[in-house]
């Protein structure tokens, strides 16, 4: 992720136009993080140094419910 190497198990779930779920005890390990939802980007301290993460803005990938999850996922 640019100059940035992620060095976590990471697990590939096929859900359709997103890349990658952030896993919740990779984010744990981070300490403060400064996220923006609108503007697409986290920032976070890693070794000392402050790392920024951006999204490529585009088309928004289908939304789906809890029904619709648990189906995905049984697959």
Sequence with gaps: MGE???S???????MG????????????SLGPIAFSFQE????????GKEVELRG????LGKTINSNGMT???KK
């Design 4 to 6: 940035y190497v992620l």
């Design 8 to 14: 976590s198990p990471i697990l590939s779930i096929p």
């Design 17 to 28: 136009g997103v890349d990658f779920v952030l896993e919740v005890q990779w984010l744990q």
């Design 40 to 47: 697409l980007f986290m920032k976070f301290s890693s070794e």
């Design 56 to 59: 490529i803005a585009g088309k």
């Design 71 to 73: 189906k995905l996922l």
